[in-house]
Antibody, heavy 120, light 107 residues
Framework: EVQLLESGGGLVQPGGSLRLSCAVSGFTFTNYAMYWVRQAPGKGLEWVSGINGGGTNTWHADSVQGRFTISRDKSTNTLYLQMKSPRADDTAVYYC?????????????WGRGTMVTVSS | IVLTQSPGTLSLSPGERATLSCRASQSVYTSYLAWYQQKPGQAPRLLIY???NRATGIPDRFSGSGSGTDFTLTINGLEPEDFAVYYC?????????FGRGTKVEIK
């Protein structure tokens, strides 16, 4: 069974740092692109970052470019999102999601999400 | 690319047809357009990808159509479990975007 399990969310101060993890199982990790999508409380979905199957290409939304970094570790089948200098408007549930293919693709499997609250 | 979904809310009865619109501010590359369903407290679920391809396990009452900048999700014969929020998404460039969603509620 394909499973994505996010962790690492919590309360972080503005200007601090936080690393989200997404443990993956049930499929060949390196064959698929992986993504982070967030949802602020009561709001819609916002794509955050993506990384191709081989980990050689990454994409970030303009709103997080230069502050967030996506990465993946094929030895542990884990996806990461390093958040630096978070702001109040980064407060959201962060979902990791699997792409249908190794590059740009729709998101066919989603985790349950982890909540990040940015506040002093 | 900005995706504009309409209407914001659709009030329908079970058994009726739902027609949801998604309009893009510019042409979506290679038909990289998807639709997702989200229920309260749950993660989104992929319904349609590549404009018109149903994802695994999605009933055939869901169908997608369109091209260029105008796309439609149709639900034929609403079931009680279909009342939810629906999002369109384009993934045809390096800045993916979602629409703001259409809520399908019970009339």
């Amino acid at each position: 069974e394909v499973q994505l399990l996010e962790s690492g969310g919590g309360l972080v101060q503005p200007g601090g740092s936080l690393r989200l993890s997404c443990a993956v199982s049930g499929f060949t990790f390196t064959n698929y692109a992986m993504y982070w999508v967030r949802q602020a409380p009561g709001k819609g979905l916002e794509w955050v970052s993506g990384i191709n199957g081989g980990g050689t290409n990454t994409w970030h939304a303009d709103s997080v470019q230069g502050r967030f970094t996506i990465s993946r570790d094929k030895s542990t089948n884990t996806l990461y999102l390093q958040m630096k200098s978070p702001r109040a408007d980064d407060t959201a549930v962060y979902y990791c999601a699997k792409g249908l293919g190794s590059g740009w693709a729709a998101l066919d499997i989603w985790g349950r999400g982890t909540m990040v609250t940015v506040s002093s | 690319i900005v995706l504009t979904q309409s209407p914001g809310t659709l009030s329908l009865s079970p058994g009726e047809r739902a027609t949801l619109s998604c309009r893009a501010s510019q042409s979506v590359y290679t038909s990289y357009l998807a639709w997702y369903q989200q229920k309260p407290g749950q993660a989104p679920r992929l319904l349609i990808y590549g404009v018109s391809n149903r994802a695994t396990g999605i009933p055939d009452r869901f169908s997608g159509s369109g091209s260029g900048t105008d796309f439609t999700l149709t639900i034929n014969g609403l079931e009680p479990e279909d009342f939810a929020v629906y999002y369109c998404q384009q993934y045809g460039n390096s800045q993916w975007t979602f629409g703001r969603g259409t809520k399908v509620e019970i009339k």
